[in-house]
């Protein structure tokens, strides 16, 4: 495995501290996934660095499962791509992956400029979004301030800031 820096790990935790929480706030069923594996006939096999199965979908894959095959179960309802040295690829080649992987949410965190580029997909496309569709009421500006807030305060500062961004919303 190549090494991964401090700088996009720290974002790593971030974005899974901040959709497991807004998640949990809001009752709606996740289960997060770090590294996993997904296959589907025909398409390259992935591994985002997050993915999310939501709702109903939340308990559709048992817990003794290995790589996900997508042919018998769903591909995820959300990935996240952290990218510090890949944010081509992640905006480029990875997304049409997800795409035709069938994942209904795409996010790419910039981390260099602490940005995060946001795609709701369908049909084999996607489009820009700035409010994520598979977690209604979840604004990306929200994400992006916790990224920058990392930079300089502990992630539990940054986490007691997201509990009360997403308590008012």
């Not at 939340?58 to 040295?85: H, M």
């Amino acid at each position: 495995m190549p090494p991964v820096s401090f700088d996009r790990g720290q974002d790593h935790v971030v974005m899974i501290f901040a959709v497991t929480l807004f998640a949990t706030l809001k009752g709606i069923p996740a289960t997060g996934l770090d590294t996993t594996t997904f296959r589907k006939t025909g398409i390259q096999d992935c591994q985002p660095d997050v993915a999310y199965y939501l709702r109903e979908r939340a308990q559709t894959i048992p817990f003794s499962t290995g790589i996900v095959n997508c042919d018998r179960y769903p591909a995820p309802d959300l990935v996240i791509e952290i990218a510090k040295t890949s944010l081509l690829d992640d905006l480029g080649t990875k997304r049409s992956l997800y795409e035709e992987l069938g994942v209904t949410e795409y996010w790419v965190v910039d981390v260099q400029n602490a940005q995060i580029i946001a795609y709701a997909m369908a049909d084999q496309g996607s489009k820009r979004i700035q409010e994520s569709q598979v977690l209604p009421g979840l604004v990306i500006v929200i994400l992006e301030e916790a990224l920058r807030r990392s930079r300089e305060m502990s992630q539990s500062e940054v986490g007691a800031w997201l509990l009360s961004q997403f308590q008012q919303a």
